[in-house]
Protein backbone atom coordinates (compact mmCIF):
# COMPACT_ATOMS: atom_id res chain seq x y z
CA UNK A 1 0.00 0.00 0.00
CA UNK A 2 0.88 3.28 -1.10
CA UNK A 3 0.51 5.92 1.78
CA UNK A 4 0.43 9.50 1.20
CA UNK A 5 2.61 11.14 4.19
CA UNK A 6 5.48 9.34 2.89
CA UNK A 7 5.65 5.98 5.32
CA UNK A 8 7.60 4.11 2.72
CA UNK A 9 10.20 6.35 3.23
CA UNK A 10 11.07 4.25 6.37
CA UNK A 11 11.84 0.92 5.81
CA UNK A 12 12.38 0.39 9.75
CA UNK A 13 10.29 1.00 12.87
CA UNK A 14 10.92 4.10 14.20
CA UNK A 15 9.85 3.10 17.54
CA UNK A 16 12.46 0.69 17.71
CA UNK A 17 15.54 4.12 17.67
CA UNK A 18 16.52 6.07 19.89
CA UNK A 19 14.70 8.74 21.77
CA UNK A 20 16.63 11.49 19.90
CA UNK A 21 16.13 10.05 16.82
CA UNK A 22 12.17 9.39 17.82
CA UNK A 23 12.67 13.24 18.82
CA UNK A 24 14.28 14.97 15.52
CA UNK A 25 12.09 12.43 13.19
CA UNK A 26 8.78 13.97 15.35
CA UNK A 27 10.33 17.03 14.83
CA UNK A 28 10.62 17.26 10.94
CA UNK A 29 6.92 16.00 11.15
CA UNK A 30 5.50 18.46 12.91
CA UNK A 31 7.20 21.36 10.81
CA UNK A 32 5.37 19.23 7.91
CA UNK A 33 2.07 19.12 9.80
CA UNK A 34 1.77 23.10 10.80
CA UNK A 35 3.03 23.68 7.20
CA UNK A 36 -0.22 21.51 6.43
CA UNK A 37 -2.82 23.15 8.81
CA UNK A 38 -1.82 26.99 7.68
CA UNK A 39 -2.45 26.52 4.35
CA UNK A 40 -5.34 24.14 4.29
CA UNK A 41 -7.27 24.26 8.12
CA UNK A 42 -9.62 27.50 8.11
CA UNK A 43 -9.61 26.80 11.87
CA UNK A 44 -6.22 26.37 12.27
CA UNK A 45 -4.92 29.60 10.12
CA UNK A 46 -7.12 31.93 11.65
CA UNK A 47 -5.59 30.20 15.13
CA UNK A 48 -1.80 31.39 13.87
CA UNK A 49 -2.92 34.76 12.94
CA UNK A 50 -4.83 35.96 16.22
CA UNK A 51 -2.43 34.62 18.13
CA UNK A 52 0.40 35.68 16.28
CA UNK A 53 2.01 32.54 15.56
CA UNK A 54 5.04 32.19 13.38
CA UNK A 55 5.23 28.82 12.31
CA UNK A 56 8.83 28.71 11.35
CA UNK A 57 9.48 29.22 15.18
CA UNK A 58 7.48 26.04 16.52
CA UNK A 59 11.32 24.10 15.70
CA UNK A 60 11.33 21.94 18.98
CA UNK A 61 8.48 19.98 20.88
CA UNK A 62 9.17 22.17 23.47
CA UNK A 63 7.98 25.01 21.40
CA UNK A 64 4.51 23.21 20.99
CA UNK A 65 3.23 25.12 24.28
CA UNK A 66 3.38 28.64 22.49
CA UNK A 67 0.50 27.32 20.93
CA UNK A 68 -3.08 27.24 22.31
CA UNK A 69 -4.84 23.51 22.65
CA UNK A 70 -7.88 22.77 20.80
CA UNK A 71 -10.49 21.39 22.45
CA UNK A 72 -13.66 19.32 22.19
CA UNK A 73 -16.20 22.56 22.30
CA UNK A 74 -13.88 24.07 19.54
CA UNK A 75 -14.53 20.86 16.99
CA UNK A 76 -18.36 21.09 17.96
CA UNK A 77 -18.78 25.22 17.55
CA UNK A 78 -16.53 25.24 14.25
CA UNK A 79 -16.50 21.84 12.75
CA UNK A 80 -16.16 22.73 9.14
CA UNK A 81 -13.12 24.86 9.80
CA UNK A 82 -11.35 22.04 10.31
CA UNK A 83 -11.74 20.14 7.69
CA UNK A 84 -8.58 20.61 5.47
CA UNK A 85 -9.96 19.36 1.86
CA UNK A 86 -12.74 19.70 -0.39
CA UNK A 87 -16.08 17.52 0.84
CA UNK A 88 -15.68 15.66 -1.90
CA UNK A 89 -12.95 14.07 -1.18
CA UNK A 90 -14.77 12.70 2.24
CA UNK A 91 -15.49 8.78 1.98
CA UNK A 92 -16.35 7.94 5.60
CA UNK A 93 -18.07 9.70 7.72
CA UNK A 94 -18.21 8.73 11.94
CA UNK A 95 -19.13 10.94 15.10
CA UNK A 96 -17.59 11.22 18.49
CA UNK A 97 -19.95 12.62 21.68
CA UNK A 98 -19.18 16.45 22.00
CA UNK A 99 -19.11 18.51 25.20
CA UNK A 100 -21.91 20.52 23.79
CA UNK A 101 -24.67 17.62 23.17
CA UNK A 102 -24.63 17.24 19.87
CA UNK A 103 -22.34 14.90 18.26
CA UNK A 104 -18.85 16.24 16.86
CA UNK A 105 -18.41 14.91 12.86
CA UNK A 106 -14.76 13.92 11.54
CA UNK A 107 -14.64 13.04 7.68
CA UNK A 108 -12.24 10.81 6.23
CA UNK A 109 -10.17 10.76 2.97
CA UNK A 110 -8.88 7.69 1.30
CA UNK A 111 -5.66 8.31 2.58
CA UNK A 112 -6.89 8.89 6.43
CA UNK A 113 -8.30 5.34 5.78
CA UNK A 114 -4.63 4.02 5.07
CA UNK A 115 -3.21 5.30 7.69
CA UNK A 116 -5.83 3.98 10.43
CA UNK A 117 -5.17 0.63 8.49
CA UNK A 118 -1.44 1.27 9.29
CA UNK A 119 -2.19 2.07 12.87
CA UNK A 120 -3.80 -0.96 13.58
CA UNK A 121 -1.79 -3.17 11.54
CA UNK A 122 0.99 -1.79 13.69
CA UNK A 123 -0.76 -2.03 17.11
CA UNK A 124 -1.87 -5.57 16.33
CA UNK A 125 1.67 -6.35 15.60
CA UNK A 126 2.55 -5.03 18.57
CA UNK A 127 -0.04 -7.59 20.36
CA UNK A 128 1.62 -10.26 18.93
CA UNK A 129 -0.83 -10.80 15.80
CA UNK A 130 0.68 -11.89 12.61
CA UNK A 131 -0.89 -13.00 8.88
CA UNK A 132 -1.36 -16.13 10.57
CA UNK A 133 -3.86 -14.98 13.05
CA UNK A 134 -7.51 -15.12 12.21
CA UNK A 135 -9.51 -12.63 14.87
CA UNK A 136 -13.13 -12.26 16.07
CA UNK A 137 -14.41 -9.11 15.75
CA UNK A 138 -16.90 -8.22 18.80
CA UNK A 139 -17.16 -4.54 17.74
CA UNK A 140 -19.65 -3.41 15.59
CA UNK A 141 -19.09 -1.68 12.08
CA UNK A 142 -21.64 0.23 12.08
CA UNK A 143 -23.44 3.18 13.98
CA UNK A 144 -20.56 5.68 12.60
CA UNK A 145 -18.19 4.64 14.67
CA UNK A 146 -14.26 5.04 13.74
CA UNK A 147 -12.99 1.62 15.77
CA UNK A 148 -14.85 -1.09 14.24
CA UNK A 149 -13.80 0.01 10.37
CA UNK A 150 -10.37 0.65 12.35
CA UNK A 151 -9.65 -2.69 13.06
CA UNK A 152 -10.81 -4.45 10.21
CA UNK A 153 -8.70 -2.35 7.96
CA UNK A 154 -6.63 -3.30 10.04
CA UNK A 155 -6.46 -6.83 10.20
CA UNK A 156 -7.05 -6.47 6.80
CA UNK A 157 -3.77 -4.37 6.00
CA UNK A 158 -1.87 -7.27 7.82
CA UNK A 159 -3.22 -10.13 6.05
CA UNK A 160 -5.02 -12.01 8.73
CA UNK A 161 -8.58 -13.36 8.82
CA UNK A 162 -11.63 -11.53 10.33
CA UNK A 163 -14.91 -12.74 11.17
CA UNK A 164 -17.26 -9.75 11.91
CA UNK A 165 -19.75 -11.09 14.50
CA UNK A 166 -20.21 -7.38 16.12
CA UNK A 167 -21.17 -7.02 19.88
CA UNK A 168 -23.06 -8.69 22.16
CA UNK A 169 -25.43 -12.43 21.54
CA UNK A 170 -22.41 -15.00 23.41
CA UNK A 171 -24.62 -17.65 21.78
CA UNK A 172 -23.94 -16.46 18.38
CA UNK A 173 -19.98 -15.97 19.94
CA UNK A 174 -19.48 -19.25 20.85
CA UNK A 175 -21.22 -20.18 17.53
CA UNK A 176 -18.45 -18.88 15.74
CA UNK A 177 -15.79 -20.31 18.01
CA UNK A 178 -16.66 -23.13 17.40
CA UNK A 179 -16.78 -23.31 13.48
CA UNK A 180 -14.56 -20.46 12.37
CA UNK A 181 -11.76 -21.53 15.20
CA UNK A 182 -10.17 -17.60 15.66
CA UNK A 183 -7.11 -17.50 17.69
CA UNK A 184 -7.86 -14.07 19.16
CA UNK A 185 -10.55 -12.20 19.87
CA UNK A 186 -11.58 -8.37 20.19
CA UNK A 187 -14.00 -6.91 22.63
CA UNK A 188 -14.82 -4.58 25.48
CA UNK A 189 -13.53 -6.58 28.11
CA UNK A 190 -16.02 -6.96 30.86
CA UNK A 191 -18.36 -8.62 27.72
CA UNK A 192 -15.40 -11.90 27.96
CA UNK A 193 -17.18 -12.24 31.76
CA UNK A 194 -20.55 -12.58 30.08
CA UNK A 195 -18.89 -14.87 27.52
CA UNK A 196 -17.51 -17.09 30.06
CA UNK A 197 -20.93 -17.38 32.01
CA UNK A 198 -22.74 -18.33 29.55
CA UNK A 199 -20.36 -21.11 28.51
CA UNK A 200 -20.11 -22.80 31.64
CA UNK A 201 -24.16 -22.36 32.27
CA UNK A 202 -24.09 -24.34 28.81
CA UNK A 203 -21.15 -26.90 29.19
CA UNK A 204 -18.78 -25.17 26.88
CA UNK A 205 -15.27 -26.23 27.08
CA UNK A 206 -14.17 -22.33 26.54
CA UNK A 207 -10.79 -23.23 28.14
CA UNK A 208 -9.91 -26.32 25.30
CA UNK A 209 -11.17 -23.70 22.52
CA UNK A 210 -9.26 -22.40 19.83
CA UNK A 211 -8.70 -18.62 21.72
CA UNK A 212 -5.34 -17.73 22.67
CA UNK A 213 -5.03 -14.13 22.92
CA UNK A 214 -8.20 -11.58 23.96
CA UNK A 215 -7.44 -7.69 22.80
CA UNK A 216 -9.68 -5.09 24.83
CA UNK A 217 -10.27 -1.94 23.70
CA UNK A 218 -12.78 0.74 26.12
CA UNK A 219 -11.65 -0.76 29.41
CA UNK A 220 -8.30 -0.89 31.19
CA UNK A 221 -7.09 -4.33 31.97
CA UNK A 222 -4.39 -3.02 34.04
CA UNK A 223 -3.48 -0.81 36.55
CA UNK A 224 -0.81 2.03 37.43
CA UNK A 225 2.05 -0.72 38.69
CA UNK A 226 0.98 -2.36 35.49
CA UNK A 227 -0.76 -5.21 37.19
CA UNK A 228 -4.03 -7.03 36.24
CA UNK A 229 -6.83 -4.54 37.79
CA UNK A 230 -9.93 -6.46 38.89
CA UNK A 231 -11.10 -6.94 35.38
CA UNK A 232 -8.13 -8.41 34.22
CA UNK A 233 -7.66 -10.74 37.34
CA UNK A 234 -11.10 -11.87 36.81
CA UNK A 235 -10.93 -13.43 33.15
CA UNK A 236 -7.13 -14.44 33.61
CA UNK A 237 -8.48 -16.73 36.89
CA UNK A 238 -11.21 -17.86 34.88
CA UNK A 239 -9.30 -18.16 31.20
CA UNK A 240 -5.78 -18.71 32.50
CA UNK A 241 -4.83 -19.94 28.52
CA UNK A 242 -5.39 -16.24 27.15
CA UNK A 243 -2.81 -13.34 26.84
CA UNK A 244 -4.41 -10.31 27.90
CA UNK A 245 -3.71 -6.98 26.08
CA UNK A 246 -5.42 -3.30 26.41
CA UNK A 247 -5.33 -0.66 23.82
CA UNK A 248 -6.03 3.35 24.43
CA UNK A 249 -7.67 4.72 21.54
CA UNK A 250 -10.14 7.62 20.33
CA UNK A 251 -11.55 8.69 17.23
CA UNK A 252 -9.88 12.35 17.57
CA UNK A 253 -6.29 10.79 18.01
CA UNK A 254 -7.46 8.33 14.39
CA UNK A 255 -4.48 6.22 16.34
CA UNK A 256 -4.32 2.90 18.68
CA UNK A 257 -1.76 2.00 21.48
CA UNK A 258 -1.90 -1.29 22.08
CA UNK A 259 0.36 -3.52 24.84
CA UNK A 260 3.49 -5.52 23.94
CA UNK A 261 3.33 -9.20 25.37
CA UNK A 262 5.36 -7.03 28.55
CA UNK A 263 2.14 -5.34 29.45
CA UNK A 264 3.85 -1.95 30.22
CA UNK A 265 1.64 0.56 28.60
CA UNK A 266 0.36 1.51 25.33
CA UNK A 267 3.11 1.74 23.26
CA UNK A 268 2.69 5.22 20.46
CA UNK A 269 3.46 5.58 17.23
CA UNK A 270 5.69 8.19 16.77
CA UNK A 271 4.97 8.60 13.15
CA UNK A 272 1.43 9.40 13.43
CA UNK A 273 1.18 10.89 16.68
CA UNK A 274 2.69 13.39 19.46
CA UNK A 275 1.55 12.79 22.66
CA UNK A 276 1.95 15.54 25.18
CA UNK A 277 0.88 14.98 29.22
CA UNK A 278 0.00 18.28 30.80
CA UNK A 279 -0.77 19.49 34.32
CA UNK A 280 -3.38 21.79 35.71
CA UNK A 281 -1.44 24.56 34.75
CA UNK A 282 -1.71 23.87 31.43
CA UNK A 283 1.96 23.03 31.23
CA UNK A 284 3.65 19.44 30.62
CA UNK A 285 4.57 17.29 33.73
CA UNK A 286 7.64 15.04 34.28
CA UNK A 287 7.59 11.80 32.38
CA UNK A 288 6.11 9.59 34.74
CA UNK A 289 3.13 11.55 36.56
CA UNK A 290 -0.02 11.91 36.08
CA UNK A 291 -1.73 14.84 33.64
CA UNK A 292 -3.88 15.24 30.99
CA UNK A 293 -3.55 13.55 27.88
CA UNK A 294 -2.38 15.94 24.95
CA UNK A 295 -2.14 15.03 21.62
CA UNK A 296 -1.41 16.13 17.94
CA UNK A 297 -2.57 13.96 15.25
CA UNK A 298 0.71 13.92 12.08
CA UNK A 299 -0.34 12.61 8.32
CA UNK A 300 -3.90 12.96 8.90
CA UNK A 301 -5.08 14.47 5.86
CA UNK A 302 -9.02 15.13 6.15
CA UNK A 303 -9.16 17.13 9.55
CA UNK A 304 -6.40 16.93 11.34
CA UNK A 305 -5.65 18.47 14.89
CA UNK A 306 -3.43 20.51 17.06
CA UNK A 307 -2.85 20.03 20.67
CA UNK A 308 -5.93 18.48 20.86
CA UNK A 309 -6.63 17.99 24.57
CA UNK A 310 -8.23 14.37 24.96
CA UNK A 311 -9.78 14.99 29.01
CA UNK A 312 -7.79 11.48 29.67
CA UNK A 313 -5.63 11.43 32.34
CA UNK A 314 -2.75 9.54 32.33
CA UNK A 315 1.53 9.45 32.82
CA UNK A 316 3.90 8.88 29.89
CA UNK A 317 6.37 6.50 30.40
CA UNK A 318 9.88 7.15 28.45
CA UNK A 319 12.42 4.28 29.41
CA UNK A 320 13.29 1.63 26.51
CA UNK A 321 10.30 -1.51 26.56
CA UNK A 322 11.93 -4.83 27.31
CA UNK A 323 10.11 -5.31 24.23
CA UNK A 324 13.49 -3.52 22.15
CA UNK A 325 10.89 -0.30 21.61
CA UNK A 326 12.34 2.97 22.86
CA UNK A 327 8.91 5.00 22.16
CA UNK A 328 7.46 6.24 25.14
CA UNK A 329 4.31 4.50 26.24
CA UNK A 330 0.94 5.52 28.01
CA UNK A 331 0.11 4.05 31.30
CA UNK A 332 -3.14 2.87 32.23
CA UNK A 333 -6.10 5.83 31.97
CA UNK A 334 -6.33 6.93 35.84
CA UNK A 335 -9.77 8.39 34.25
CA UNK A 336 -11.11 11.68 32.72
CA UNK A 337 -10.86 15.29 33.69
CA UNK A 338 -14.05 16.40 33.34
CA UNK A 339 -14.91 12.96 35.41
CA UNK A 340 -12.94 14.11 38.37
CA UNK A 341 -15.74 14.31 41.57
CA UNK A 342 -14.89 16.17 44.65
CA UNK A 343 -16.87 13.87 47.25
CA UNK A 344 -16.97 15.21 50.80
CA UNK A 345 -13.26 17.19 50.46
CA UNK A 346 -12.12 13.69 48.83
CA UNK A 347 -10.88 14.13 45.31
CA UNK A 348 -11.38 10.64 43.34
CA UNK A 349 -11.77 9.18 40.25
CA UNK A 350 -14.90 7.38 38.80
CA UNK A 351 -12.26 3.98 38.41
CA UNK A 352 -12.12 4.42 42.40
CA UNK A 353 -15.65 3.83 42.92
CA UNK A 354 -15.71 0.61 40.78
CA UNK A 355 -13.14 -0.64 42.26
CA UNK A 356 -15.28 -0.71 45.50
CA UNK A 357 -17.99 -2.42 43.65
CA UNK A 358 -16.02 -4.34 41.64
CA UNK A 359 -14.29 -5.93 44.81
CA UNK A 360 -18.23 -6.72 45.94
CA UNK A 361 -18.80 -10.74 45.24
CA UNK A 362 -23.17 -9.82 45.72
CA UNK A 363 -23.29 -6.78 43.24
CA UNK A 364 -24.31 -7.49 40.34
CA UNK A 365 -24.41 -4.37 37.98
CA UNK A 366 -24.24 -0.56 39.27
CA UNK A 367 -24.25 3.02 38.03
CA UNK A 368 -22.73 6.04 39.34
CA UNK A 369 -24.52 9.06 39.04
CA UNK A 370 -23.04 12.71 40.03
CA UNK A 371 -24.96 15.62 40.37
CA UNK A 372 -24.78 19.23 41.81
CA UNK A 373 -25.22 19.62 45.74
CA UNK A 374 -26.99 22.85 46.89
CA UNK A 375 -23.89 23.63 48.44
CA UNK A 376 -22.08 23.77 45.41
CA UNK A 377 -20.03 20.38 45.69
CA UNK A 378 -21.20 17.16 44.04
CA UNK A 379 -23.65 14.81 45.24
CA UNK A 380 -22.85 10.88 44.14
CA UNK A 381 -25.44 8.37 43.79
CA UNK A 382 -24.41 4.64 42.87
CA UNK A 383 -27.63 2.44 42.04
CA UNK A 384 -26.63 -1.42 42.60
CA UNK A 385 -28.51 -4.54 41.52
CA UNK A 386 -27.56 -7.37 43.82
CA UNK A 387 -26.88 -11.24 42.70
CA UNK A 388 -28.24 -12.42 45.73
CA UNK A 389 -29.83 -11.49 49.16
CA UNK A 390 -26.47 -11.66 51.34
CA UNK A 391 -29.00 -11.33 54.45
CA UNK A 392 -27.86 -7.96 56.11
CA UNK A 393 -27.75 -4.52 55.46
CA UNK A 394 -26.29 -3.93 51.82
CA UNK A 395 -26.11 -0.24 51.97
CA UNK A 396 -24.39 -0.31 55.46
CA UNK A 397 -21.79 -2.58 54.30
CA UNK A 398 -21.18 -0.92 51.40
CA UNK A 399 -20.87 2.67 53.08
CA UNK A 400 -18.34 0.94 55.10
CA UNK A 401 -16.28 -0.73 51.96
CA UNK A 402 -16.18 2.75 50.67
CA UNK A 403 -15.19 4.42 53.78
CA UNK A 404 -12.57 2.04 54.04
CA UNK A 405 -10.80 1.82 50.65
CA UNK A 406 -11.49 6.18 49.41
CA UNK A 407 -12.36 7.44 52.83
CA UNK A 408 -16.11 8.72 51.95
CA UNK A 409 -19.28 6.96 50.94
CA UNK A 410 -21.47 8.06 48.46
CA UNK A 411 -25.31 7.57 48.74
CA UNK A 412 -26.70 3.52 47.80
CA UNK A 413 -29.71 2.85 45.99
CA UNK A 414 -30.74 -0.79 46.06
CA UNK A 415 -32.11 -1.41 42.41
CA UNK A 416 -33.66 -4.41 40.41
CA UNK A 417 -30.92 -5.85 37.81
CA UNK A 418 -32.95 -5.00 34.75
CA UNK A 419 -33.39 -1.92 35.38
CA UNK A 420 -29.84 -0.88 36.19
CA UNK A 421 -28.61 -3.21 33.02
CA UNK A 422 -31.11 -1.23 30.34
CA UNK A 423 -28.93 1.92 31.44
CA UNK A 424 -25.26 0.05 31.13
CA UNK A 425 -26.56 -1.39 27.61
CA UNK A 426 -28.58 1.61 26.29
CA UNK A 427 -29.60 0.60 22.05
CA UNK A 428 -27.57 3.30 20.69
CA UNK A 429 -24.40 2.61 22.85
CA UNK A 430 -21.00 1.81 21.72
CA UNK A 431 -19.65 1.20 25.31
CA UNK A 432 -21.08 0.16 28.90
CA UNK A 433 -22.03 3.01 30.78
CA UNK A 434 -21.39 3.05 34.44
CA UNK A 435 -21.07 6.58 34.68
CA UNK A 436 -22.89 8.89 34.05
CA UNK A 437 -22.30 12.90 35.15
CA UNK A 438 -25.33 14.99 35.38
CA UNK A 439 -23.11 17.73 36.86
CA UNK A 440 -24.24 21.45 34.77
Known sequence: MSFWFGLEE???DIEFSSAAEIKAFQEDLLHKHLVYLKKNSPYYRRLFDSYGINISKIVHLED???IPFTEKKDLQLYNDDFCCVPKTKIIDYITTSGTLGDPVLFGCTEKDLQRLAYNEKKSFECAGLTSDSVVQLMTTLDKRFMAGMAYFLGLREMGAGVIRVGNGIPELQWDTIRRFHPDAIMCVPSFILKLIEYAEAHDIDYRSSSIHRIIGIGEGLRDQNFELNLLGRQIHEKWPQVQLFATYSSTEMGATF???????GGHVHPELIIVEIIGDDGMPVADGQPGEVVVTTL???GMPLLRFRTG???????????????????????????NMIKLKGTTLYPPAINDVLDNTDYVENYVVIVRNSKAGTDDVLVKVGLKNDPGFDVVKELKDSFRSRIRVAPEIEICDVEEIQKINYP????KPVKFIDQRK
Open 10 to 12: YMN
Open 312 to 338: DIACKHVEQCRCGRWSYRLSPLLGRKN
Open 64 to 66: LTR
Open 299 to 301: RVE
Open 427 to 430: PTGR
Open 258 to 264: SECEYGM
